[in-house]
């Protein structure tokens, strides 16, 4: 009989292997985050801090 598929084996260790790749995006993802929390706090970094608008204050029609 011809195998005619990958081995259970192979399957594990690639099944291991998204897993950790999982995990590593999910700490990279989770650093992002935190480093943009930071930066929200830092008024030196441009385009961190919120907008009038996005803060709820008066437009001052320049968009429309």
């Known amino acids: 009989m011809e195998d005619s598929g990958p081995d259970i084996d192979e399957l594990e260790a690639e099944a ?17 985050g935190s480093d943009w929390e930071t930066k929200k706090q830092d008024e ?7 907008s009038d608008e996005e803060r709820g204050g008066a437009s001052d029609g320049a968009d429309q």
């Open 16 to 32: 291991d292997r998204l897993e950790e790749r999982s995990d590593e995006v999910g700490e990279h993802t989770d650093q992002a």
């Open 44 to 50: 030196s970094v441009p385009g961190a801090q919120p």
